[in-house]
């Protein structure tokens, strides 16, 4: 069975929580490498007390969050470092700094180009406790860090953990709908929650995810596959494609390989995205074989999708009663296509038929999904009954209520 020890689903453990809030891409790339290297431990952690035992877990927040009188509940409550890039909006991340500072038990630190005295003097009497230099030497930030876990007091209560989530779309039958339903998903959920999402397409040998996203992808799970052992959040991170919803994704190959990827490969692969994206989607098309890897861990929710007809219906039965009985309680049946009353199906037969009832169904929206191959916008990003239906899903997914505000479409950074 794989392991799921490198996920902090269940920490309350010593890990270094740090959120890394920066608009600039470079300027975040540049930090988040070097934080990268101090994982990897290209520094010599014995100079370092026991800062890096446990470990560093890093997400990243491409936007500042837009209303300070409202700050994401995760960036005042999930992160022992908070560090925020100064020069994108000086006045606005000093702002920034107060809020965190005040309101939150995190420490905060900025980063900047500018070297300019007044500016640090300035970002200190914010609350900012370390003020990094551009261009951040893994030896700088390594030392910042190590003195925020010197000062950090032994008695601090455990932190919240952070909900790192996997979901994964598994059809009872090809042609279900799994990579239209977990692409726009996927879609919904990085709008909703306004928190890094990552959709991996593990469906079929040539992947189709980002075909539906309208994306062209330049790399794919292919090469992170092959190249499982060198790994990282980094190399992931250089494999990505983002969608114009701020969705990134691992899109599936366009060949076909000589050989198919081990377990091993794939668990990599899968703890590698959840260490670096609060929330994994994965595409696992009608792949049962993927049962003895992690992405059938069982902190994953599976969402199940079938539809109504007699050999979806009976193979959704089988992968209910023999593959997921053991962990039923996250299994939720998504019933896509679905018209009600359809012929000879009612809904007590449909219960009957899965022994249990479908959470989700998914209206059958031919022309909406005409549509969107051929302009390659996502449904997500259009309103229509299937889309409406996605976006509950996804919202419940990121714990937020049902209720969708009109017209909100991107979430808490606005
Ligand atoms: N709710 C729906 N209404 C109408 N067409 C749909 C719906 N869901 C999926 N489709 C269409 O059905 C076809 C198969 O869907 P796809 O997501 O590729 O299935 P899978 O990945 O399970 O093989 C696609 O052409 C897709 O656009
Ligand atoms: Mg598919």
């Not at 092959?226 to 060949?255: C, E, I, M, W």
């Amino acid at each position: 069975m794989p392991s799921s020890s490198h996920n902090s689903d269940s920490s309350g453990s010593s890990e270094l929580t740090v959120a890394l809030v920066g608009p600039d891409e470079q300027r975040l790339r540049g930090v988040a490498d070097a934080l990268a290297a101090c994982q990897r431990g290209a520094v010599n952690r014995a100079h370092l007390g026991h800062a890096f035992e446990a470990g560093v877990v890093v997400q990243e927040f491409a936007a500042y969050p837009s209303d300070l009188n409202n700050m994401p509940r995760a960036l005042m409550q999930d992160f022992d470092v908070v560090i925020i890039d100064l020069d994108s909006d000086p006045e606005h991340a000093l702002k920034l700094v107060r809020t965190i500072s005040t309101k939150s038990p995190a420490t905060v630190m900025i980063y900047s180009g500018q070297s300019d005295v007044n500016l640090v003097v300035r970002s200190m009497r914010a609350g900012a406790r370390e003020f990094l230099n551009l261009p951040v030497t893994v030896e700088n930030i390594a030392e910042a860090l190590a003195r925020v876990t010197a000062q950090r007091p032994s008695s601090r209560p455990a932190k919240r953990a952070i909900a790192r989530k996997l979901l994964v779309f598994l059809g009872s039958k090809g042609g279900c709908g799994v990579t239209a339903l977990a692409s726009n998903f996927a879609v919904a959920l990085a709008q909703e929650s306004g928190q890094s999402t990552l959709l991996v397409d593990l469906g079929v040998p040539i992947g189709d995810a980002a075909i539906n996203l309208g994306i062209i992808p330049k790399y794919s799970t292919a090469n992170a596959l092959q190249d499982y052992a060198r790994l990282d959040g980094s190399f992931l991170a250089s494999l990505l494609t983002k969608h114009s919803s701020g969705l990134h994704v691992l899109a599936g190959p366009d060949a076909f390989a000589n050989s198919l990827p081990t377990n091993v490969a794939i668990d990599k692969m899968l703890s590698v995205a959840r260490q670096n994206f609060e929330y994994v989607v994965v595409d696992a098309g009608s792949r049962i074989d993927l049962k003895g890897t992690a992405v059938f861990d069982s902190s994953a929710i599976v969402y199940l999708v079938t539809q109504v007809g007699i050999s979806e219906l009976r193979n959704a039965n089988r992968m209910i009663t023999q593959l997921f009985a053991p962990r039923i309680n996250s299994v939720q049946v998504v019933i896509n296509r679905y018209t009600p009353r359809t012929l000879g199906f009612d809904e007590e037969h449909i219960t009957k038929a899965l022994t249990m009832p479908a959470q989700w169904r998914i209206p059958d929206d031919y022309a909406a999904a005409r549509r969107t191959q051929n302009s390659a916008i996502p449904l997500a990003l259009e309103d229509s009954p299937i889309s409406r239906a996605i976006r509950q899903m996804a919202r419940t997914a990121a714990g937020l209520s049902e209720v969708v505000e009109k017209k909100k479409r991107f979430g808490i950074f606005g």
